[in-house]
């Protein structure tokens, strides 16, 4: 995703320096610092490339009209302000922006993509623009106007100005041409265009455009973190269609052991059958809707009781036995059984997936295999129990703070102390993070970290960088293994609400009996502790800045680069992550749904 946007940047440089004849794969590659072999891989040659250029340039500044008329929709009079400032924003009203739309206009072999692509976008916004005419017209009782001629005529204006940028380079002023729409409208409809719109957004002050590199280094927008229609979307789309983690294969070692965790609204359970199979069920009751099994963990002894009415289930899930069946006049227990969830053991660790065919988790962390194997996760037993936190603040705050080392050295003192500077990350779109650091030789002025430093023990099996290193791997949305020499620290973050989450935690670790091991394993339980302890304050700190009305977004330096790879999963999986103004209450989903078609168009077109 990153990479094609950076080919389509550079694309759009050429085509406003050379027209479309004169773009070649040759110079987009140059442009964008690259081969032509990644141009033609990810393109199929130049007509591809300018086609997608297009295509793109278009959506962008359909998304951002759609964006207007549904925040504003119950206006019409709101709808018109909004659609003018959406068609003068700095960052789509740019001359390379502009050249685009030109070139494949001027060019007569290229006015049919150009019909394709935008005819339809045309359309659709000229209607809306002749439908609020009318509707003002009609509320203002301004019989005498013909509000389909001046609705259209408004249209042209809007999508002509703009054009103005290329024979007049330096001087478009953007508010300028702002104020020439209003004041066609004010000629108009005096009364209802005589100000600004209330509560409408001031122009920017700046009409500096934005390119897609700068575009890149935006936070999430902050209403996504706190509104309740975005939350259902999150449940649906990201938690219920990617890997989640439930425990190890050592919380459930024989026939009949399970473990049960409560996940986005759902309640799971795994169980070990009699043939060593693991496998993951809803947990609830085909009856009444109980708890087919209770309390963290425990064991099932030949089936599974329901503790409500005594139904009962075998440990494949299907329904073996009913009391009093006869007095169930249709039921057929053969059709009757426990709805089962993918899951999957990666390296003894088990994850959960309820709906989705992507990658497996095999597949996610294939690049991360050849090092994890060496701490032999699979061997590993439990180290007390598994605990849950629950937090007051959104989820995504705590992956964001837990996906970047900048905020170590200012948050961290401990482990800045223990580490130094050695910390180091590699993270990847749709692929397993990782992140590592080093323990120093200058011992800590701290007794506990001192401690751990001097007494955590030699680990023959591991390869000399990781004797002493703490390496992160994490896994889409929220699930993190930290392994260091003595233990595997593991967790998982996961939404109760808009505004709060759980924190799901467990140790597990190879059996050790040595002294010095169970001294360092208590040490590191208590660093890493007093490590979580200080990330919930910065994101309580955090949650509440984000329902500040004065902050709309910041920047990301280049050591937040997991920050940003985080910001595209979620957008790639919920488009409207990318909609800075928060929508109409209730349209969040439609315009969601809207963004998804409009992108699976895009793709079927590729």
């Known amino acids: 995703m990153r990479r094609r946007q950076e080919l389509i940047g550079a694309t759009i440089e050429c085509i406003a320096e050379h027209g479309l004849s004169g773009t070649t794969v040759a110079r987009v590659a140059q442009c964008a610092g690259l081969s032509t072999g990644i141009v033609n891989f990810y393109f199929r040659g130049k007509d591809a490339l300018l086609l997608q250029t297009l295509e793109y340039v278009d959506s962008q500044y359909m998304l951002r009209q759609r964006e207007a008329?549904?925040?504003?929709?119950?206006?019409?009079?709101?709808?018109?302000?909004?659609?003018?400032?959406?068609?003068?924003?700095?960052?789509?009203?740019?001359?390379?922006?502009?050249?685009?739309?030109?070139?494949?206009?001027?060019?007569?072999?290229?006015?049919?993509?150009?019909?394709?692509?935008?005819?339809?976008?045309?359309?659709?916004?000229?209607?809306?623009?002749?439908?609020?005419?009318?509707?003002?017209?009609?509320?203002?009782?301004?019989?005498?106007?013909?509000?389909?001629?001046?609705?259209?005529a408004?249209?042209?204006?809007?999508?002509?100005?703009?054009?103005?940028?290329?024979g007049d380079r330096g001087s478009f002023d953007l508010e300028r041409a702002r104020g020439t729409c209003r004041g066609f409208l004010r000629s108009i409809f005096p009364a209802e265009f005589s100000g600004a719109a209330p509560g409408l957004a001031p122009a920017p002050s700046s009409s500096r455009p934005q390119d897609l590199e700068t575009e890149e280094c935006a936070t999430l927008p902050t209403w996504i973190y706190h509104d309740p229609e975005f939350f259902e979307l999150e449940k649906e789309s990201i938690f219920r269609r990617n890997w989640l983690m439930v425990g190890h294969a050592s919380h459930v070692p024989g026939p009949g052991d399970y473990l049960t965790v409560d996940l986005v609204g759902e309640r799971v359970f795994v169980i070990r059958g009699r043939d060593g199979v693991l496998r993951a069920f809803d947990n609830v009751c085909r009856h009444r809707a109980s708890r087919v099994v209770r309390g963290?963990?425990?064991?099932?002894?030949?089936?599974?009781?329901?503790?409500?009415?005594?139904?009962?289930?075998?440990?494949?899930?299907?329904?073996?036995?009913?009391?009093?069946?006869?007095?169930?006049?249709r039921l057929e227990k053969s059709e009757v059984r426990l709805p089962e969830l993918d899951l999957e053991e990666w390296m003894g660790f088990l994850f959960v997936r309820f709906a989705g065919d992507g990658e497996s988790v095999a597949e996610l962390m294939a690049e991360k295999f050849d090092e994890a194997s060496h701490y032999r996760f699979s061997e590993m037993q439990p180290l007390g129990?598994?605990?849950?936190?629950d937090c007051d603040f959104n989820w995504k705050l705590?992956?964001?703070?837990?996906?970047?080392g900048y905020h170590i050295p200012m948050a961290h003192p401990g482990l800045r102390r223990l580490f130094g500077t050695s910390y180091e990350e590699n993270f990847e779109q749709g692929e397993g993070t990782q992140a590592s650091s080093q323990l120093r030789d200058q011992e800590s002025s701290v007794w506990a970290e001192r401690a751990y430093q001097r007494l955590l023990p030699e680990v023959s099996h591991l390869p000399e960088h990781l004797r002493r290193a703490w390496i992160y791997y994490g896994l889409f949305p929220s699930a993190v293994v930290q392994a260091c020499p003595d233990v595997a620290d593991c967790y998982q973050v996961l939404p109760t609400g808009p505004d709060s989450c759980q924190l799901l935690t467990f140790r597990v670790a190879l059996p050790d009996a040595r002294r010095e091991m169970r001294v360092a394993r208590y040490l590191s339980e208590r660093i890493i502790r007093n490590v979580i302890r200080e990330d919930l304050s910065l994101c309580r700190f955090t949650n509440e800045g984000v329902k500040s009305e004065r902050y709309t977004g910041g920047r990301l330096s280049d050591l937040e680069s997991g920050v940003g790879i985080f910001r595209d999963e979620i957008r790639d999986r919920i488009p409207v992550a990318g909609v800075q103004k928060r929508p109409a209450p209730g349209r969040v989903a439609t315009l969601n749904a809207q963004l998804n078609a409009q992108s699976n168009a895009q793709s079927d077109a590729q």
């Open 296 to 329: 963290q963990s425990g064991h099932c002894s030949g089936q599974i009781v329901c503790p409500y009415h005594g139904w009962r289930y075998g440990f494949d899930g299907k329904l073996k036995g009913v009391p009093e069946e006869e007095s169930f006049s």
């Open 154 to 166: 408004f249209h042209h204006m809007l999508s002509s100005l703009p054009e103005s940028l290329l």
């Open 385 to 389: 129990p598994a605990r849950t936190l």
């Open 398 to 404: 705590f992956v964001e703070n837990d996906s970047e």
């Open 69 to 152: 008329v549904l925040a504003h929709g119950g206006s019409p009079v709101a709808c018109l302000e909004a659609m003018i400032d959406a068609a003068f924003d700095p960052e789509l009203c740019h001359p390379h922006r502009v050249a685009v739309w030109a070139a494949f206009w001027g060019e007569a072999r290229a006015r049919d993509d150009y019909m394709r692509v935008c005819a339809a976008r045309e359309a659709e916004l000229e209607e809306q623009r002749v439908e609020a005419f009318a509707a003002i017209a009609t509320e203002g009782g301004y019989t005498h106007l013909e509000t389909e001629a001046l609705g259209r």
